[in-house]
């Protein structure tokens, strides 16, 4: 009896919102097609419809679609202020729409289907849109949008032409949305917690914040320059496939940047970012009047020598310098990095092409001003260095490498900042990978592990316990990149490993 009753109750909680419950004026689909509003009424449309002659006087009239119905609207419609659209699980296919005022709004059900092709919206107002159904921008050209709200949790889509934000729109996603090519043009927000696909360009002048859970593939990606609150960001994963990144705008990456299929990477402001991750596949990468920052990682498929591998610290601490050439010595600094393990800091560099080369000198400051020498490591036959600093200072630490010359000639590395925290928790695998096997060194005895694909799912794996942490592998597909979530009682990681 008791599932009976909620059954029952889902019943009619679904229905009720499907359905045109209170009507001033009803249409059937048939006879006299003009409606007059006066202001404060609802129309409800019961019946299959082409073309309405809708006179909007007064404000905050309703149109109401009723379950399973289509109501085709070629022609143009001019709301007055306050007008909400519930396509419901109907559907509405409309040539054109004014907003005149603000308030007005169009709700789609989670069955219904809302069909706009118009090239874009006109008119004084806002409009709000509250898709959980189909969300379709069916004209074949570009469509622009001012003033547009859009709570997406189901399907937009935009099969050719450009999809373009302009002033005081604001867009969250999280749901899907596909599009031929789009552009905020000046968007105030756009948050991302679902999953957006561009075949071709991304072209980002507003606010675009891709957040942690969020997915972002684009054939290309531009990031302009419209100055502080108009950032591009990324605490997700962005995939870009063929097409260059070209960063005339600052943006901040926090998490994975991935360039695959020879797309290239031009920085023409500062990228920076904590904890984040550039791949570059087989493209380029260039610097021309940008910087890259931060505590990110940078691996460049094309010459994994020169590259800098991330590690991950127990509280989110690493420190990493930009892949560096020293040209004035005898010797190549292929990275310079730190991370806490332990109650310890260990400090790592890799280099090469050595001749007529000296020693090493670690030096730390508490200010990155101030630099003392801590550590002394002559030339070994080895192309990797490993320096422990095991009485590191409380909280942020600053490292550089002294690098000398027989002759006396000495330059300096670039600073790596590592924060510390006694007895905390840590965990850090090198990135990329050796395969399919991520090697966890951690001090977490029983650590709560999840795993996803860059779609969001669920990866089944085999965890087995290592002298320094464990070993995870995917059960049965081979992958490219996995989010691995590994919480400790105190600590909580959630970091992207590169296989390889």
Same mark, same amino acid.
């Given at each position: 009896?008791?599932?009976?009753?909620?059954?029952?109750?889902?019943?009619?909680?679904?229905?009720?919102?499907?359905?045109?419950?209170?009507?001033?004026?009803?249409?059937?689909?048939?006879?006299?097609? !003009?409606?007059?509003? +006066? %202001?404060?009424?609802?129309?409800?449309?019961? @019946?299959?419809? &082409? /073309?309405? #002659? =809708?006179?909007? *006087?007064?404000?905050?009239?309703?149109?109401?679609?009723?379950?399973?119905?289509?109501?085709?609207?070629?022609?143009?419609?001019?709301?007055?202020?306050?007008?909400?659209?519930?396509?419901?699980?109907?559907?509405?296919?409309?040539?054109?729409?004014?907003?005149?005022?603000?308030?007005?709004?169009? !709700?789609?059900?989670? +069955? %219904?289907?809302?069909?706009?092709?118009?090239? @874009?919206?006109? &008119? /004084?107002? #806002? =409009?709000?849109? *509250?898709?959980?159904?189909?969300?379709?921008?069916t004209n074949a050209?570009?469509?622009?949008?001012?003033?547009?709200?859009?709570?997406?949790?189901?399907?937009?889509?935009?099969?050719?032409?450009?999809?373009?934000?302009?002033?005081?729109?604001?867009?969250?996603?999280?749901?899907?949305?596909?599009?031929?090519?789009?552009? +905020?043009?000046?968007?105030?927000?756009?948050?991302?917690?679902?999953?957006? /696909?561009?075949?071709?360009?991304?072209?980002?002048?507003?606010?675009?914040?891709?957040?942690?859970?969020?997915?972002?593939?684009?054939?290309?990606?531009?990031?302009?320059?419209?100055?502080?609150?108009?950032?591009?960001?990324?605490?997700?994963?962005?995939?870009?496939?063929?097409?260059?990144?070209?960063?005339?705008?600052?943006?901040?990456?926090?998490?994975?940047?991935?360039?695959?299929?020879?797309?290239?990477?031009?920085?023409?402001?500062?990228?920076?970012?904590?904890?984040?991750?550039?791949?570059?596949?087989?493209?380029?990468?260039?610097?021309?009047?940008?910087?890259?920052?931060?505590?990110?990682?940078f691996y460049d498929?094309?010459?994994?020598?020169?590259?800098?591998?991330?590690?991950?610290?127990?509280?989110?601490?690493?420190?990493?310098?930009?892949?560096?050439?020293?040209?004035?010595?005898?010797?190549?600094?292929?990275?310079?990095?730190?991370?806490?393990?332990?109650?310890?800091?260990?400090?790592?560099?890799?280099?090469?092409?050595?001749?007529?080369?000296?020693?090493?000198?670690?030096?730390?400051?508490?200010?990155?001003?101030?630099?003392?020498?801590?550590?002394?490591?002559?030339?070994?036959?080895?192309?990797?260095?490993?320096?422990?600093?095991?009485?590191?200072?409380?909280?942020?630490?600053?490292?550089?490498?002294?690098?000398?010359?027989?002759?006396?000639?000495?330059?300096?590395?670039?600073?790596?900042?590592?924060?510390?925290?006694?007895?905390?928790?840590?965990?850090?695998?090198?990135?990329?990978?050796?395969?399919?096997?991520?090697?966890?060194?951690?001090?977490?005895?029983?650590?709560?592990v999840r795993i996803?694909?860059?779609?969001?799912?669920?990866?089944?794996?085999?965890?087995?316990?290592?002298?320094?942490?464990?070993?995870?592998?995917?059960?049965?597909?081979?992958?490219?990149?996995?989010?691995?979530?590994?919480?400790?009682?105190?600590?909580?990681?959630?970091?992207?490993?590169?296989?390889?």
């Amino acid at each position: 009896m008791k599932n009976i009753i909620l059954i029952l109750f889902a019943f009619i909680t679904v229905n009720a919102y499907s359905q045109c419950t209170t009507c001033d004026i009803t249409y059937t689909g048939s006879g006299d097609s !003009n409606i007059n509003f +006066s %202001g404060n009424q609802t129309l409800c449309i019961t @019946g299959n419809s &082409g /073309n309405l #002659n =809708i006179n909007f *006087n007064g404000t905050n009239n309703t149109i109401c679609i009723a379950d399973g119905v289509s109501w085709t609207q070629t022609n143009g419609l001019n709301l007055s202020s306050g007008t909400t659209i519930n396509v419901n699980n109907g559907t509405l296919t409309s040539g054109g729409m004014n907003f005149n005022g603000s308030g007005s709004s169009i !709700n789609v059900g989670g +069955s %219904g289907v809302l069909n706009w092709a118009a090239s @874009g919206s006109n &008119g /004084n107002g #806002n =409009i709000t849109i *509250n898709n959980d159904g189909a969300l379709n921008f069916t004209n074949a050209g570009d469509q622009s949008f001012s003033g547009l709200i859009l709570n997406n949790t189901g399907t937009v889509s935009k099969a050719s032409g450009e999809f373009k934000l302009g002033t005081s729109s604001v867009v969250t996603n999280s749901g899907t949305m596909n599009l031929a090519d789009f552009e +905020s043009e000046e968007a105030n927000s756009f948050s991302n917690t679902g999953a957006i /696909n561009v075949s071709g360009h991304f072209y980002n002048h507003g606010a675009f914040n891709n957040q942690s859970s969020g997915t972002l593939s684009v054939g290309s990606l531009h990031v302009g320059n419209k100055g502080v609150g108009k950032e591009f960001i990324n605490n997700g994963t962005v995939t870009v496939n063929g097409g260059d990144v070209r960063f005339e705008g600052p943006g901040i990456n926090n998490g994975a940047l991935i360039l695959t299929s020879g797309s290239n990477l031009i920085l023409e402001k500062e990228l920076s970012g904590t904890d984040g991750y550039v791949y570059l596949e087989n493209g380029t990468s260039t610097i021309s009047g940008g910087s890259f920052t931060g505590t990110q990682g940078f691996y460049d498929a094309n010459n994994p020598s020169g590259s800098e591998e991330q590690f991950d610290s127990g509280n989110g601490s690493n420190g990493s310098s930009n892949p560096t050439t020293t040209n004035a010595l005898p010797i190549n600094l292929l990275y310079f990095k730190g991370h806490q393990l332990s109650n310890e800091i260990v400090i790592s560099w890799k280099v090469s092409d050595i001749s007529n080369f000296d020693r090493f000198e670690v030096e730390r400051s508490k200010d990155a001003i101030s630099f003392e020498r801590i550590g002394l490591q002559s030339l070994m036959a080895n192309e990797v260095y490993n320096y422990f600093d095991n009485d590191p200072i409380d909280g942020q630490n600053y490292y550089r490498l002294k690098l000398q010359d027989l002759d006396g000639t000495f330059e300096y590395s670039k600073i790596i900042s590592i924060d510390f925290e006694k007895n905390s928790e840590y965990m850090f695998f090198e990135n990329p990978t050796e395969g399919q096997r991520v090697v966890i060194n951690t001090n977490i005895q029983k650590p709560v592990v999840r795993i996803l694909d860059l779609m969001g799912r669920e990866v089944n794996f085999k965890m087995n316990r290592t002298a320094e942490g464990f070993e995870i592998m995917p059960k049965k597909y081979v992958y490219d990149v996995l989010i691995i979530s590994f919480n400790g009682e105190r600590s909580s990681f959630t970091k992207r490993a590169i296989l390889r």
